[in-house]
């Protein structure tokens, strides 16, 4: 059964400052995919990492794929109110691109001034 | 956005009655999802389709049941509703080459 498990669960921080969230997943896969959601709303998604060492990045965000070590980082820099969120990895569940996603239980986090 | 909409966005409904959640997307993309979201477990899948007529189980398929005669609705029906069905359910879309994407959810309250 595949596990995918983000930590930490919940994060404070201070407008910016650098952090890092982990998502580790137990079976083998070659696509990751990180998502955001506001409270009451619908996940928008962020990145999709498609291969061993990919890396790709949008505005503070950057997100990192190791298929060896089966993890993945989502990197915040110089944090901004406006990335308070709660952030999702989510995982193929069979590995083939068209299955449904196992998810992690969310990173909720909190970023103040 | 990705042209996908849920009917109902919000449902009451009571114990043992049927409901139906529908998901009607404008992309024409093979794939739909629906998952649900419940506090301190994220999403979890329920079922999937991956063309007309063709769906299989996820995690959490006890209870539901879905069908899909056409390219563009996917229904996922609760044959008798029970109060830990109570969730968030999201149904989502994907040509398998990109990303899945969300539609807005349905918010379903089983008393």
């Known amino acids: 059964e595949l596990k995918v498990e983000q930590n930490p669960l919940f994060l404070s921080m201070q407008e910016g400052k650098n952090y890092t969230i982990y998502c580790n997943y137990s079976?083998?896969?070659?696509?990751l995919y990180w998502y955001r959601q506001d409270p009451g709303k619908s996940l928008e998604s962020l990145f999709v990492?498609?291969?061993?060492?990919a890396v790709k990045q949008e505005g503070r965000l950057m997100a990192s794929l190791d298929t060896k070590a089966r993890l993945s980082t989502l990197h915040i820099t110089a944090a901004v109110h406006d990335l308070s969120a709660t952030y999702f990895c989510?995982?193929?569940?069979?590995?083939?691109?068209?299955?449904?996603?196992?998810f992690g239980k969310g990173t909720h986090l909190i970023i103040q001034p | 956005d990705a042209g996908i909409t849920q009917s109902p966005r919000h449902k009451v409904t009571e114990t043992g009655t049927p409901v139906t959640l529908r998901c009607h997307q404008t992309?024409?993309?093979?794939?739909m999802y629906w998952y649900r979201q419940d506090p301190g477990h994220g999403l979890r899948l329920i079922h999937y389709?991956?063309?007309?007529?063709?769906?299989d189980k996820g995690e959490v398929s006890d209870g539901y049941s879905v069908s899909r005669s056409k390219t563009e609705d996917f229904l996922l029906t609760l044959e008798s509703a029970t109060s830990s069905q109570t969730s968030v359910y999201f149904c989502?879309?994907?040509?398998?080459?990109?990303?899945?994407?969300f539609g807005p959810g349905t918010r379903l309250l089983v008393l």
């Open positions: 989502a879309i994907s040509s398998a080459v990109e990303t899945q994407y």
């Open positions: 990492l498609l291969s061993n060492g």
């Open positions: 992309e024409n993309h093979r794939y």
């Open positions: 989510a995982v193929d569940t069979k590995g083939g691109g068209a299955d449904g996603l196992t």
């Open positions: 389709s991956y063309g007309v007529k063709d769906t």
């Open positions: 079976t083998t896969s070659d696509r």
